[in-house]
């Protein structure tokens, strides 16, 4: 998730503890990028990473921020074609096709249409309904709309458009995560936006915790209230949730953020948030996205069924939340939500 309108999703508050004695002197690294905040936590003081995190960033804004204009992916959607990418481009292109395909295609970068029609905070809802929503749904689907050469990307009809916001943070992490495992640090923990990738051990000389946030608390204003926690050990760290972004429609349903690509409609079940691991941050932003969309029931059956990949389902069930878990997200920490 790559820009602002995905951070208030994103509940996530690093947790250590104060019993151990530090091992390692870190350095902190932190500023504003693609809309909301980076911090990085590197256990070697010795070195400087700034610059090297710098072109990370700049590679990837210079790729697939559509809000900068002279972006390859906003050139892409104002011509409707993209010749001689970058290989940043192509690189995150196939990070879309690797998981709209593993995720049986509710991970949908041709989405964008659909959502600038509906609107950011759906404040144009009202100009919406079935026929316009299946005009605009006939511009969706990533293998079908999507035409890839040797030579570039070309839409296969006019209006078609890309959005790689799904997985533009986790991206962003596995490559400042990339810049640290090559220059052989040992220790550190990647943050954008709320989405997380640690190894080693945090500078008390503990694992990394971290805590996930109660989205009933969140949604009043409280962000210090945590479900659960779980450990980073080079693993990464997801959270998607519709608590702090919905409307309640004419029949007195609530509505979230997020775009069902099956349907073109706002997605509506029970499922208020999810947080997945995995061992990349890019399949792990993904996933959360994918797994909002389809709903709690579809994504356990997926979550199962991907290798080294767990989640954490939050329902609403009248006046309580449930949480579910995939079979081998981490037991000892599992709390339940009275």
Same mark, same amino acid.
């Given at each position: 998730m790559l820009y602002a309108r995905f951070l208030?999703?994103?509940?996530?508050?690093s947790l250590t503890s104060c019993a151990s004695?530090?091992?390692?002197?870190?350095?902190?690294?932190?500023?504003?990028?693609?809309?909301?905040?980076? &911090?990085?936590?590197?256990?070697?003081?010795?070195?400087?990473?700034? =610059?090297?995190?710098?072109?990370?960033?700049?590679?990837?804004?210079?790729?697939?921020?559509?809000?900068?204009?002279?972006?390859? +992916?906003?050139?892409?959607?104002?011509?409707?074609?993209?010749?001689?990418?970058?290989?940043?481009? &192509?690189d995150m292109l196939d990070s879309c096709r690797k998981f709209h395909l593993q995720s049986q295609g509710y991970f949908e970068p041709t989405l964008f249409p659909l959502l600038k029609a509906w609107g950011f905070s759906f404040e144009q809802r009202e100009q919406m309904d079935s026929a316009k929503v299946a005009e605009l749904k006939a511009l969706v689907g990533f293998e079908s709309k999507l035409s890839v050469t040797d030579s570039g990307y070309f839409a296969t009809e006019e209006g078609v458009k890309l959005d790689v916001t799904g997985l533009g943070?986790?991206?962003?992490i596995d490559k400042l995560a990339e810049v640290l495992d090559r220059a052989g640090v040992a220790n550190?923990?990647?943050?954008?936006?709320?989405?997380?990738?640690?190894?080693?051990?945090?500078? &008390?000389?503990?694992?990394? =915790?971290?805590?996930?946030?109660?989205?009933?608390?969140?949604?009043?204003? +409280?962000?210090?209230?945590m479900l659960t926690k779980v450990t980073l050990s080079q693993l990464?760290?997801?959270?998607?949730?519709?608590?702090r972004k919905f409307y309640i429609d004419a029949e007195g349903n609530r509505r979230s953020h997020l775009i069902d690509p099956t349907t073109g409609f706002p997605v509506s079940h029970s499922m208020v948030s999810v947080s997945v691991l995995a061992t990349s941050a890019t399949q792990a932003d993904a996933l959360a996205t994918a797994f909002m969309a389809m709903g709690p029931e579809k994504a356990k059956v997926l979550a199962e069924s991907l290798p080294g990949v767990e989640a954490m389902f939050v329902l609403a069930e009248k006046?309580?939340?449930?949480?579910?878990? =995939?079979?081998?997200?981490?037991?000892e920490l599992k709390q339940e939500k009275k």
């Amino acid at each position: 998730m790559l820009y602002a309108r995905f951070l208030a999703l994103i509940g996530l508050l690093s947790l250590t503890s104060c019993a151990s004695k530090p091992e390692v002197t870190f350095k902190n690294y932190e500023g504003e990028i693609f809309g909301t905040y980076y &911090r990085v936590q590197v256990g070697d003081s010795d070195r400087d990473f700034q =610059t090297q995190f710098d072109s990370v960033f700049a590679l990837i804004n210079t790729a697939a921020n559509s809000y900068v204009q002279e972006s390859e +992916v906003s050139d892409f959607n104002l011509k409707g074609v993209l010749k001689d990418p970058s290989f940043t481009f &192509r690189d995150m292109l196939d990070s879309c096709r690797k998981f709209h395909l593993q995720s049986q295609g509710y991970f949908e970068p041709t989405l964008f249409p659909l959502l600038k029609a509906w609107g950011f905070s759906f404040e144009q809802r009202e100009q919406m309904d079935s026929a316009k929503v299946a005009e605009l749904k006939a511009l969706v689907g990533f293998e079908s709309k999507l035409s890839v050469t040797d030579s570039g990307y070309f839409a296969t009809e006019e209006g078609v458009k890309l959005d790689v916001t799904g997985l533009g943070e986790g991206y962003a992490i596995d490559k400042l995560a990339e810049v640290l495992d090559r220059a052989g640090v040992a220790n550190y923990l990647v943050e954008i936006g709320g989405e997380m990738k640690g190894k080693g051990n945090n500078p &008390r000389g503990e694992n990394w =915790t971290i805590g996930i946030e109660d989205p009933s608390q969140a949604e009043l204003g +409280v962000t210090n209230s945590m479900l659960t926690k779980v450990t980073l050990s080079q693993l990464a760290l997801s959270s998607s949730g519709n608590y702090r972004k919905f409307y309640i429609d004419a029949e007195g349903n609530r509505r979230s953020h997020l775009i069902d690509p099956t349907t073109g409609f706002p997605v509506s079940h029970s499922m208020v948030s999810v947080s997945v691991l995995a061992t990349s941050a890019t399949q792990a932003d993904a996933l959360a996205t994918a797994f909002m969309a389809m709903g709690p029931e579809k994504a356990k059956v997926l979550a199962e069924s991907l290798p080294g990949v767990e989640a954490m389902f939050v329902l609403a069930e009248k006046d309580r939340l449930r949480m579910e878990f =995939t079979s081998g997200f981490p037991k000892e920490l599992k709390q339940e939500k009275k």
